[in-house]
């Protein structure tokens, strides 16, 4: 009977190493230059056990009986599990352990696949400021295949994975820092921290609605001059054209009316002329003598004679307005 498990276990043993070699999946990761120990493990491992490690279906490792025919003893701890040194691209592939007993009775088979990469390299964070935002770029050798993310004053953002991130300048009022991280199955790499200068525009409005904006006042007010010229050319059409003659008739007809009208009674009142009275003769010096040579008493008991005073030139008279004479009109 344990003939045939074994007889069973080695027939089915390639076909499940063919089935993981059709997986392309890796498990497994390490990077370029580095040791790797790979994750097997088997309690109570004897000298009665035999032990055996291939590497893509290669045997680099062998130990029976206590006894290594292939390979390092120092490969090897003290669970099965082989240690990998300075792992290159070769080391790639896939691994094999098997753990059986004297009889040749399998204890525990493992089988994994090992993929080796390169350690991803220090990235370069730049930015440029345009009139809206600020546009950040995480610059880094060889971006295939590598996680992006981002953080704002240490703290990560989610949902930003990709290698650019636009961040608005109405977010950038307080003093914050940025920086880039790299990463991929092996290593990360972060950015140097950046504290972008960018200044928020004077307008609230983007650049494209002031322009549309600018655009359509200049049109309305284009429409408006064509509108003003062509409802004054309409207006001029359609007023009446006086002819010459016509305009001669007119003027006659308002001179005769001015003819006609005669002198209101108002307005003689009020430029008659009123008769000034005649000027007084004025007293000879003698008399004045005469007047001034009575005693003191008789001075004293009557009242000073008041000459009457000499009145001035007479008023000139208002001239009347004069009668404009007919006027011969030759038509």
Sequence with gaps: MAHFVVAVGLILLPVLIDLSAGNNTCNLYAAVGESLTLPFAFGGLGN????????????????????????????????????????????????????????GTIVKAWMDRLCVMEKVSKPRLDHICDSS???????????????FSWTLNKKTLLGETKQTLRISLSHLKEERTFACSVANKVSVESSETVRPACKAPLLCFKPQVVVAVLAGGAGLIFFLLIAVVALCCCVRRTKPQTNPRDKQEIKMLSVKKQEAEPISPEYEAMHNIQSSPSPSPKPSPRACYKNVSQPYAQTDNRPLQMFPAAEGQRSSPVPKPRTKNAQTLNI
């Design 133 to 147: 935002a600020v546009n950040f770029s995480c610059n880094v050798a060889k971006p295939q295949g590598l996680d």
């Design 48 to 103: 009665t056990h035999s032990l055996r490690w291939t590497h893509n279906k290669t045997i680099i490792f062998t130990k029976q009986k206590g006894r290594v025919t292939k390979g390092k003893p120092e490969d090897i701890n003290a669970t099965g599990s082989i240690l990998l040194k300075n792992v290159g691209f070769s080391s790639a592939g896939i691994y094999e352990a098997n753990i059986s007993h004297s009889n």
